[in-house]
């Protein structure tokens, strides 16, 4: 199974910027879908962003467009997330996951998930 290691998480002000990274375990292929969720306390845990294998194509939740960009760098084995503008509606464990397939519209989830980061933006 792929180990996955977020970081970057942290606290914030609203109208703030952070970038999260998960980085893959080097020895693994870099073919494969990877994704970004998060979880608020109390909540249901929920997608954020997708991107595909080659970093060509992208999906975002509609909370966030405009404001997170995903990206990876398959050299490094790592991927990101970029978040400007951040609310405190924002604020949660941010996990990512890799392997799952996507869809036209949609990702869903492997099993393999990061340990998580947290994410705390203050009004």
């Known amino acids: 199974q792929v180990q996955l290691v977020e970081s970057g998480g942290g606290l914030v002000q609203a109208g703030g910027s952070l970038r999260l990274s998960c980085a893959q375990s080097?020895?693994?292929?870099?073919?494969?879908?990877m994704a970004w969720f998060r979880q608020a306390p109390g909540k249901e845990r929920e997608f954020v962003a997708v991107?595909?294998?080659?970093?060509?194509?992208?999906i975002y939740a509609d909370s966030v467009k405009g404001r997170f960009t995903i990206f990876r760098d398959n050299g490094k084995n790592t991927m990101y997330l970029q978040m400007n503008n951040l609310k405190p509606e924002d604020t949660a464990v941010y996990y990512c996951?890799?392997?799952?397939?996507?869809?036209?519209?949609?990702?869903?989830?492997?099993?393999?998930w990061g340990q998580g980061t947290q994410v705390t933006v203050s009004s």
């Open positions: 991107i595909n294998w080659s970093g060509g194509r992208s």
């Open positions: 996951n890799i392997g799952g397939p996507l869809w036209t519209s949609t990702y869903s989830p492997s099993n393999s």
């Open positions: 080097p020895d693994t292929a870099t073919t494969y879908n």
